[in-house]
């Protein structure tokens, strides 16, 4: 099978490279490509030098528009499997190659879940803070909720994909919230859609910082984009 | 029924004929703007048909004040002012909605645009390394 592990990064320098060769080791014969979202440090001179496909957006997109190029460009070069993990090293490659297998055994999308269970004691344990946990917990419930189906982790950006998940998300994929919505969005259309427990790292560089306000907002913003989603005409496999 | 509601609703607030010059003037003044504009090159044509018509409404009702004593007397109010007032926000409501639809369709393409330049960037690259290696 032909498999692409994508990293959609914006101003990682500090941690791409090492996320790359991660990716390497973890998942060998996969293509390594990262989406550079219109990062103005040397992300994608260190990316290229690291032996990644780069692709360059020209300017910076937001993350769904980074997933999406992954996709569009994995389709057209006829990869029938793809993984993703985040730039900034949350995201250890080992966990991934188990996201990988799950889509292999048959899943059309699987998602690493931070929540769902401890699975390996000798990583620590993802560290949240009380604020984004709750949030977290909102989200979980309203998605859910809207799909008939537990999950406990919607904002996780590790993943891995099969050709016909793919295939929706180049379809369309939301600009504004594209994890939460792209899970609602594949259950519609009848993907069959797994969560795995895995681990994630704390971030080691970087912010990640989000007020009660903006929070907020998020969570509003959430709940009018799956109220929407579930009015909108179900997607069908062309 | 119709008739007896139509019955109460005579308007009684018109315009002075100082607000009828000043609006035909403003009128006059914003159609110039906006042919200025296309001619600068700051505005399409495709934008600015739906502005110039703004323009001829509001020149129309300044000359003829009937046109908004029908209005009004359509709309069951009984100030000119305030049937013209309504309007005008309606159509303004409207057309700002319209925008921000072509907005998020520019947005879209304008995605599409660079996501499909950054791709034909990997495959340029690929092509340079094959290349290299011959």
């Known amino acids: ?13 500090n941690s791409i490279e090492a996320v790359i060769s991660d990716a390497r080791e973890h998942v060998p014969g ?78 059309d999308l699987a998602v690493g879940s931070r929540f769902a269970g401890n699975v390996n004691p000798d990583i620590p344990e993802y560290r949240s803070t009380f604020a984004r946990r709750l949030g977290q917990r909102l989200f979980s419930l309203l998605v859910s909720t809207s799909t008939r189906q537990r999950f406990t982790d919607t904002t996780s950006g590790m993943r891995a994909l099969n050709e016909k998940a793919m295939r929706l998300f180049a ?46 907002y998020y969570i509003f913003k959430t709940l009018i984009v799956l109220l929407i989603g579930q009015l909108r005409p179900k997607q069908v496999e062309s | 029924m119709i008739w007896l509601l139509a019955a109460d609703t005579e308007p009684v607030v018109r315009l002075t004929p100082q607000a009828r010059i000043l609006g035909a003037i403003l009128a006059l003044a914003f159609m110039v703007l906006i042919l200025d504009l296309i001619r600068r090159d700051k505005l399409l044509e495709r934008y600015s048909i739906v502005w110039f018509l703004l323009g001829i409404g509001m020149l129309l009702g300044a000359i003829f004040p009937v046109a908004l004593e029908w209005l009004a007397k359509a709309m069951g109010v009984r100030d000119v002012t305030i049937a013209l007032f309504s309007v005008t926000l309606l159509i303004l409501l409207a057309l700002s909605l319209n925008f921000s639809v072509i907005a998020s369709r520019q947005s879209k393409q304008i995605t599409r645009l660079a996501q499909q330049q950054a791709i034909d960037g990997i495959e340029e690259e690929a092509g340079a390394v094959e290349g290299r290696d011959r």
């Open chain 1, 30 to 107: 996969a293509d390594i490509m990262v989406v550079d979202d219109g990062s103005t440090d040397r992300t994608a001179a260190l990316a290229r030098r690291a032996g990644a496909l780069v692709a360059s957006l020209p300017f910076n997109q937001g993350v769904g528009a980074a997933h999406q190029t992954a996709y569009i460009f994995a389709l057209g070069q006829g990869y029938e499997i793809c993984g993703q993990l985040d730039g900034d090293g949350q995201h250890p490659a080992s966990e991934v190659a188990r996201l990988i297998e799950e889509v292999e055994h048959g899943a």
């Open chain 1, 1 to 13: 099978m032909k498999k692409l592990i994508f990293i959609p990064a914006w101003n990682e320098e």
């Open chain 1, 171 to 216: 379809d369309r994929y939301s600009s504004e919230f594209a994890e939460v919505e792209s899970l609602q969005q594949a259950v519609r259309a009848g993907l069959l859609v797994r969560e795995v427990p895995v681990h994630m790292l704390a971030r080691e560089h970087g912010r990640s910082f989000i007020g009660p306000l903006t929070s907020a």
